[in-house]
């Protein structure tokens, strides 16, 4: 009797909390699904920029990516946040900036592995690597350097939840190989013509070689936010929303990202003599502005909404796998909308379906074991 007025006493009490944890899983997810969409969306306004190098207007959506909207969003989410950057650590600023710039080697290659792969096999390679990387790589670190409250590789090979995240790693790998043997099969099948029709450089090795860095490589970005997070933490103390804390990161997190890229599309522009391209009046040059801002605004707004979806799922490492699984499913469905694997045999379409699935499968699992952690 005692025990059965107990448990009326406190099951209300359950049945609210679980509501609201229900409802903050319901949020994050939803956030992470418009992050992921405008991840896998940003690139489509640059297909409508014509007359322009790649450069040229890689460059101009990067300047609202990372040097224009990361500051107003911040300014419209967090008052004051220049104060919290000011009086911030320098070494939180130097390791947030060093994660920048080796992320924005990353963003600088997955934009051209998309122009040599396209939107379906150049995401789903570039995304493998960063959902794997993303997950394996601090725990090596952490092997090496330990560190309290940080995880080791050799915890995660002795633990449940540790060996789940590992078969998730070997999981996406696999999926990347038969990701790349699809991309094998509609080259050899395809003529040049064909090619062109759906992915104006289609190249395959060379593809493949930047979409590989560019996954290692864009795997800093979630390196970044943990570097930068005290200035995340300040921002709540402060009294201000949490759902919006990693929005201060971002800017010092993208000052390296406009580094790389701004430098090397410079030296293209040299390089190649597109210097022109920025006032040439033979070319849709508002249009071109116009569409360029419009990708680098879609591009930034997945950040946006991944530290929304972060700040009420929490576990940095299970958002950020949502995060890529998300992407990875909205690029594929641009890919198919593209015609990207139009004319190839139904053994390559397949392979391809059979590749991303596989990808996406990991992630989960990934997901999965940092859930459970």
Known sequence: MIVQDGWNAITPYISIAFKHYLMQIILGVIFHFIGGFASGSFYMPFKKVKGWAWE???????????????????????????DIIRNASSSSIQYTIIFGVL???????????????????GNSVVLGFCSAFGAIVPSIYYAIVPTEGKTSIIEMMTTTWGQVVLLGVVLCLVGIYISGRAGMLKENELPDEEKKKSVAEFNLVKGLMVAITSGILSSCFNFGIEAGKPMAETAVAMGLNPLFQNNVTYVVLLWGGLTTNFIWTMILNARNKTFGDYTNKKSPLTNNYIFSALAGTTWFMQFFFYGMGESKLGNGASSWILHMAFIILIANGWGIFLKEWKGVSKRTRTTIILGISTIILSVLVVGYGNAIK
């Open 56 to 82: 040229s207007y890689w460059i101009i959506g990067g300047l609202f990516s990372w040097l224009i909207v990361p500051p107003l969003a911040a300014w419209l989410t967090l008052p004051g946040f220049s």
């Open 103 to 121: 992320w924005g080697i990353g963003g600088l290659t997955y934009g051209l592995g998309v122009r040599y792969l396209g939107m379906s096999l």
